[in-house]
């Protein structure tokens, strides 16, 4: 069962659509292309927020649904939780 969907190839982020636990190999559907990839959590993530795609250098803007969506202010690893502790958004 995939725990994540990636709505664009392009995303950096996925979308928990299932709690995931640190640790946890999880997969993830990627809807633009209808593949599947594989993540390793390196922490919690609840239902709803997002988890790294690939590892993202602070700064770096953060990329889901194939746009910017803000930028991350501190390096983030692939399999980490990403939220409002280390992603500002680019809209304010």
Do not use: C
Not at 22 to 37: H, L, R, S, Y
């Amino acid at each position: 069962m995939e725990k994540f969907f990636v709505h664009a190839k392009a995303d950096t982020v996925g979308v928990a659509v299932a709690d995931i636990q640190a640790g946890e190999k999880v997969t993830g559907w990627v809807m633009e292309d209808d593949t599947i990839i594989e993540v390793q959590a390196k922490s919690n993530i609840p239902l709803g927020h997002k988890i790294a795609l690939q590892d993202i250098a602070k700064g770096e803007m953060v990329i889901k649904y194939g746009q910017p969506i803000g930028r991350a202010t501190e390096t983030i690893a692939r399999g980490e939780h990403v939220h409002v502790h280390n992603l500002k958004t680019a809209r304010w």
